[in-house]
């Protein structure tokens, strides 16, 4: 019997060449402002349309401000790229979210809010963080832009086949801890390069009792151990998320499309290249403490020795050392958001942590939501009372401090912890320093001015 990688995979087959790569049909190219520009102009020197633009969605989200978004873009790189892109998508037909519009957000977000992240399907955008789309029960992967011209121009792209691993974390979460901390486990477990030439497929107790958003958040991070995609089968978990999105199959199509989503799963004989199982009672919320995501502790270990160079360089870069705590560390910026933990289920963590107390007067606290929708939800739920009355300001959608694309930089030297997903050297700004956290440990550090175990505030 085939995994359920293998069945998804092959089914879009359009041929395989000869000593050579897979010809792999896809269902949905998902474009923004930074991987598309080149793509768009490779179509307009060669004269080319899209094949099926009705399978491409466009969104601005890397360089757009998270205040003042009616205003014009102040800064001209970002304003350019974002203004390319709205141009692009009407010179060829594609459906686009432009800022300000009640779909946009960052699309990692949108797409499966709207129902455009469907089971069953290929779905690219060039993005690393594409992965987060198998949490959908979908092949999800990132691509170069070179890439993105080739998806345009025929729906297909060239790909070599990736071996198939299963991960499985059975038992149950211990309290306070969140799909972020079991990422971040299966980071330091594996290393940044233990998936790499490998396709994840999620599975065990833990993975089948997470939520649509805690899904999305552990597929998001797959990358992270350096696998080309990671994915869940889908289950009465994703039917009930899908249902009614706009984008969703309505009515008989609806119960034909369950009927075919239930049979997405691998078999019992399902024989994958590689297996690892991790016992749930062993992961507690985490933090990181070095340059890469795979460098993190527990929140109660102390830092790790090791002789290795690059090690000591990220810890000097950091200004920690071997055998240090980090409980009590102050901390400088929080940022709550990102494609990895900017959905409601995110803020309301924040929220069930800071209700009550107030934010500590040393920290800035930027508090973004994934997308319009979940804007409105915050509202809608008086989460933003809540925050507001513990002196946080919700921002406009958009990935912010994830990454130094936008105005939302973290200074030189100062320290945030972040629910992004990476923390290298000068992600979130030349010089900063990162410490990845879930939003409950975020959330502890921005009402304490220090970093602390969520669980005392629970």
Known sequence: MNTLFDKIWDQHVVQQVADGPTQLYIDRLYCHEVTSPQAFEGMRTRGLKCFRPSQIFCMPDHNTPTHDQDKPIEDPVSKK??????????????THYGMMSKDNG???VVGPEKGLSLPGMTIV???????????????AFGIGTSEVEMVMASQCILQQKPKSMRISINGALNKGVTAKDVALYLMAQLTTSGATGYFV????DVVRNLSMEGRLTLCNLSIEMGARGGFIAPDDTTFAYLKDREFAPKGEAWDKAVAYWQTLKSGDDAVFDKELSFDATDIEPRITYGTNPGMGIGISEHIPASGDANFEKALHYMGFKAGQSLL???????????????????????????????????????LVPGSWAVDRQIREEGLDKVLETAGFEIRQPGCSACLAMNDDKVPAGKLSVSTSNRNFEGRQGPGARTILASPLVAAAAAVTGVITDPRELL
């Open 81 to 94: 790229q974002v203004d390319t892109l709205a141009q692009n998508a009407a010179d060829f037909g594609l």
């Open 106 to 108: 960052i699309i990692h």
């Open 125 to 139: 955008c060039g993005d690393s963080h594409t992965s987060t789309h198998g949490a959908m029960g979908a092949v």
């Open 201 to 204: 497929e999620y599975a065990g």
């Open 328 to 366: 009590g560390t102050k901390v400088d910026y929080v940022f709550l958001g990102a494609c990895t933990n900017g959905r409601i289920e995110d803020f309301r963590a924040f929220a069930s942590i800071v209700k009550g107390r107030q934010k500590s007067a040393d920290v800035v606290a930027w």
